[in-house]
């Protein structure tokens, strides 16, 4: 018998037993009919007790719902097999496709890596390649990163960078409380399920010490240009996330300073523009198309402790 399924039915079999028992408590309880007049409830409760032993006598091995049941956990294990995205690909290649060059993420990032000045040990959660560690080491902050990707984890560390394989949550999970400067999460927070995303928020506010900063960049719903562009071209992305969202959740989380940097704006020839003589009500339709099909097409919150 399958190991999962045995392990399921004697989960039952000991959910039976407790049953019995509470019933023949109550049985026990209602057996004066004098005193509390509950017999038809009494005999009812027998006939339960009845069933349940017939079922704790019965066999694990011989019940016949036994072989469906495994049928049917095989069944959906192998349909979330299936489910799951097992790319044939390098996740390096894909990054140097669609993310840039590392001098390109290197110069992107930079400004960022400046809100953490002062602000170590930092923990990168889906550090990628190490870019942003390796900005964070050039201004002399302590930092670290782990990465789910094998391939990219070896690529960081044979560039000297402290990179872990495992998962973020479950790193910062293990860090002492109050012993963090900063945490980190680049284009990676659309890639955790809504729990996760809310989990993260609270671990942040635990580990970090008084001051320190927590850095969460996202791709910007708010800009229809991304759709068009940076949105479906990850296909493990299922769902953007607002950033008014991101901001409440860090300030019910007691987040004393919230803020959003809007990034990355469209490139200047795809605005939309009219020519001078134009009347000032059209440019003024124009100004506002512009804004919402082409706002910063990533944003990013900055939060203090």
């Not at 018998?1 to 407790?18: I, K, N, S």
């Not at 992107?108 to 002062?118: E, F, N």
């Not at 002492?176 to 400067?181: F, K, N, V, W, Y």
């Not at 010490?209 to 960049?217: D, F, H, T």
Request: hydrophobic share 40%; with cysteine.
């Amino acid at each position: 018998m399958h190991r999962q399924t045995q392990g399921v039915l004697e989960q039952m079999q000991e959910f039976a037993t407790d049953v019995r028992e509470l019933l023949e408590a109550m049985v026990d309880r209602t057996s004066d009919e004098g005193k509390h007049g509950h017999s038809d409830l009494s005999d009812r409760i027998d006939m339960v007790i009845d069933r349940l032993a017939l079922y704790d006598r019965t066999p694990l091995g011989s019940r016949q719902s036994a072989a469906e049941l495994e049928r049917r956990m095989e069944e959906l294990e192998a349909a979330e097999t299936r489910r799951q995205f097992r790319p044939w690909f390098s996740q390096q290649r894909f990054e140097e496709t669609f993310r840039g060059s590392r001098d390109e993420l290197l110069e992107r990032y930079r400004d960022l890596a400046g809100y953490l000045v002062g602000h170590g040990p930092v923990i990168d959660v889906g550090c990628g390649r190490g870019e942003f560690l390796a900005l964070l080491g050039e201004l002399g902050v302590e930092a670290s990163g782990v990465e789910l990707d094998g391939d990219l984890v070896r690529q960081a560390q044979a560039q000297g960078l402290v990179v872990e394989q495992g998962d973020g949550l479950a790193r910062i999970a293990r860090t002492e409380d109050a012993s963090l400067g900063g945490i980190v999460l680049i284009q990676v927070i659309e890639h955790l399920s809504s729990q996760e995303a809310a989990e993260i928020v609270l671990l942040a506010r635990d580990k970090l010490r008084p001051g320190g900063r927590m850095i969460v960049e996202a791709i910007n719903p708010l800009s229809l240009y991304v759709y068009a562009h940076s949105f479906y071209v990850d296909p493990t992305r299922d769902r953007l996330i607002h950033p008014a969202y991101l901001q409440f959740l860090f300030t019910e989380a007691g987040f004393s300073d919230v803020s959003v940097v809007w990034r990355s704006p469209p490139r200047k020839d795809d605005l939309l523009d009219l020519d001078d003589e134009d009347a000032p009500s059209q440019k003024a339709n124009v100004d506002r198309l512009n804004r919402l099909l082409f706002s910063p097409t990533d944003y990013a919150i900055v939060a203090s402790r």
